[in-house]
């Protein structure tokens, strides 16, 4: 599969660019306040400034063009050049940051210089609306870790591309990130999508390549949706939509709804991010609230049990008469004889006639994770009905 760029360098890629302040600044003044305070900031990390070919103003915007800067994240290397980079209604911020009425950049390119990642990001463009943009001084105390991408309310970017050479190439046509409510520095309510991941032959392997073609696809694109609303007082997190879908393939669907992920909750998962087994414990005390998931076939299905059925030479038919017919066998391991009979059930008639299957989960009162964890090792049979489990097939 393609390769990525480090996490420092895809986030300088796909956001803003904050990056370090030494006290001697690589880059000659500009004469704007508001483009040195955006070029401070962008040297804010491991960065620096090596040149840019203009600054104008005009009203209150400020237009920096030919922006070039090297990044140095130790071992990680890369080059970023920004064509053109427009801040509306910049103002320099009491603590040092910037805020503008909008960040706009055109033409940004990414490339990474590691000799065993030869990976290049670029977007035709970055529209950021109402951002602010951290001091320098704060930047370089968090290392460009907690920094590195600025508050704002939305977030476009088009025409991504990422180019690993020999490795694949993935074009995305647009991404579209909304925050709608803030608690401090962390967002709280927001949306995402993601359209038009385009993935080819050339992006795969052989064995992946092999699989897609099986399938009858020379190509395949996907496309993501999320939308959140987390209350970081009481702990409440409802991921009310989460949406996969690929064209000429089919659509997943699911929702989450949990409760005790609280402020300090988060910041202790944060700090256990290399410690399994904290966080496992961390999350046990979280409870399920609801979990629904559901698959809308558009054709994906029909593609699976055709090659399926090829490969055990036999027709269609009589495939998924031997699959559902094999369905309570294989299900008997679950030793709840009323669930099984539901999910046989829903199972046999989504393969006779792929429609759309959903599972939901919607227990009498929130679950603990650590009783769905024991439960799971001690009585699998129970936990359909602890979490109130339904399996259906071909319904609106």
Same mark, same amino acid.
């Given at each position: 599969?393609?390769?990525?760029?480090?996490?420092?360098?895809?986030?300088?890629?796909?956001?803003?660019?904050?990056?370090? %302040?030494?006290? +001697?600044?690589?880059?000659?003044?500009?004469?704007?306040?508001?483009?040195?305070?955006?070029?401070?900031?962008?040297? %804010?990390?491991?960065?620096?400034?090596? @040149? &840019? $070919?203009?600054?104008?103003? /005009?009203?209150?915007?400020?237009?920096?063009?030919?922006?070039? /800067?090297?990044?140095?994240?130790?071992?990680?290397?890369?080059?970023?050049?920004?064509?053109?980079?427009?801040?509306?209604?910049?103002?320099?911020?009491?603590?040092?940051?910037?805020?503008? +009425?909008?960040?706009?950049?055109?033409?940004?390119?990414?490339?990474?210089?590691?000799?065993?990642? !030869?990976?290049?990001?670029?977007?035709?463009?970055?529209?950021?609306?109402?951002?602010?943009?951290?001091?320098?001084?704060?930047?370089?105390?968090?290392?460009?870790?907690?920094?590195?991408?600025?508050? &704002?309310?939305?977030?476009?970017?088009?025409?991504?591309?990422? !180019?690993?050479?020999?490795?694949?190439?993935?074009?995305?046509?647009?991404?579209?990130?909304?925050?709608?409510?803030? $608690?401090?520095?962390?967002?709280?309510?927001? #949306?995402?999508?993601?359209?038009?991941?385009?993935?080819?032959? $050339?992006?795969?392997?052989?064995?992946?390549?092999?699989?897609?073609?099986?399938?009858?696809?020379?190509?395949?694109?996907?496309?993501?949706?999320?939308?959140? $609303?987390?209350?970081?007082?009481?702990?409440?997190?409802?991921?009310?939509?989460?949406?996969? /879908?690929?064209?000429?393939?089919?659509?997943?669907?699911?929702?989450?709804?949990?409760?005790?992920?609280?402020?300090?909750?988060?910041?202790?998962?944060?700090?256990?991010?290399?410690?399994?087994?904290? +966080?496992?414990?961390?999350?046990? @005390?979280?409870?399920?609230?609801?979990?629904?998931?559901?698959?809308?076939?558009? #054709?994906?299905?029909?593609?699976?049990?055709?090659?399926?059925?090829?490969?055990?030479?036999?027709?269609?038919?009589?495939?998924?008469?031997?699959?559902?017919?094999?369905?309570?066998?294989?299900?008997?391991?679950?030793?709840?004889?009323?669930?099984?009979?539901?999910?046989?059930?829903?199972?046999?008639?989504?393969?006779?006639?792929?429609?759309?299957?959903?599972?939901?989960?919607?227990?009498?009162?929130?679950?603990?994770?650590?009783?769905?964890?024991?439960?799971?090792?001690?009585?699998?049979?129970?936990?359909?009905?602890?979490?109130?489990?339904?399996?259906?097939?071909?319904?609106?």
């Amino acid at each position: 599969m393609i390769k990525t760029l480090s996490r420092p360098a895809l986030a300088l890629a796909l956001a803003c660019p904050l990056v370090l %302040a030494p006290p +001697a600044l690589a880059f000659d003044a500009t004469g704007s306040d508001v483009a040195d305070r955006f070029l401070e900031i962008v040297e %804010a990390g491991n960065a620096t400034v090596s @040149g &840019y $070919d203009g600054v104008t103003q /005009s009203g209150e915007t400020v237009t920096i063009s030919g922006l070039r /800067s090297s990044i140095d994240e130790g071992s990680a290397k890369s080059r970023l050049t920004i064509r053109e980079t427009t801040i509306a209604g910049g103002v320099l911020t009491d603590e040092g940051g910037l805020s503008a +009425a909008s960040l706009t950049m055109g033409g940004v390119n990414i490339e990474n210089l590691d000799e065993d990642e !030869d990976v290049t990001v670029s977007a035709e463009s970055i529209v950021i609306s109402d951002p602010v943009l951290a001091s320098p001084a704060a930047v370089k105390a968090s290392n460009g870790a907690d920094a590195i991408t600025p508050t &704002y309310s939305r977030a476009e970017l088009t025409n991504i591309v990422i !180019d690993a050479n020999d490795d694949g190439r993935v074009p995305v046509s647009r991404v579209v990130a909304v925050i709608d409510t803030m $608690d401090g520095g962390l967002p709280t309510s927001g #949306s995402i999508s993601v359209e038009g991941i385009e993935i080819t032959a $050339d992006t795969l392997d052989d064995e992946e390549r092999k699989a897609l073609s099986d399938l009858g696809y020379e190509s395949l694109t996907l496309s993501f949706q999320m939308e959140a $609303d987390w209350k970081p007082d009481t702990g409440e997190l409802a991921i009310d939509r989460l949406t996969l /879908s690929g064209e000429n393939a089919g659509t997943l669907n699911a929702a989450l709804r949990i409760n005790g992920l609280t402020r300090e909750v988060l910041e202790q998962l944060d700090a256990a991010q290399d410690s399994p087994e904290q +966080a496992m414990g961390l999350m046990q @005390g979280l409870l399920v609230e609801s979990v629904s998931l559901r698959i809308d076939n558009d #054709s994906i299905v029909d593609r699976v049990l055709e090659n399926q059925a090829k490969e055990a030479g036999a027709t269609r038919e009589v495939f998924v008469e031997q699959l559902t017919g094999a369905l309570p066998f294989m299900l008997s391991m679950l030793n709840n004889a009323e669930f099984q009979a539901k999910v046989a059930g829903a199972a046999t008639a989504f393969l006779k006639d792929p429609k759309s299957l959903s599972a939901s989960a919607m227990p009498a009162a929130p679950v603990p994770f650590a009783q769905i964890l024991g439960t799971a090792m001690m009585a699998p049979q129970s936990l359909p009905d602890i979490l109130g489990v339904t399996i259906t097939a071909n319904q609106d």
